[in-house]
């Protein structure tokens, strides 16, 4: 099971507007789908490129 929490974050609003816009145009459901992925893709770039260089 995987445990959700809420959390509430400051935007500036012309990432609100992209973020509206993805949704307007359906490419994401909702504005919280579009966080949760740009969240995790975020997560897999940085820790995959911090745990390559410590690897080397």
Do not use: F, W
């Amino acid at each position: 099971m995987v445990l959700i929490k809420l959390i509430t974050c400051h935007i500036p609003e012309q990432y609100l507007a992209g973020i509206e816009n993805l949704v307007n145009m359906n490419v994401y459901p909702n504005r919280s789908e579009v966080i949760r992925v740009a969240i995790r893709d975020l997560l897999k770039a940085e820790l995959g490129t911090i745990l390559q260089k410590s690897q080397e």
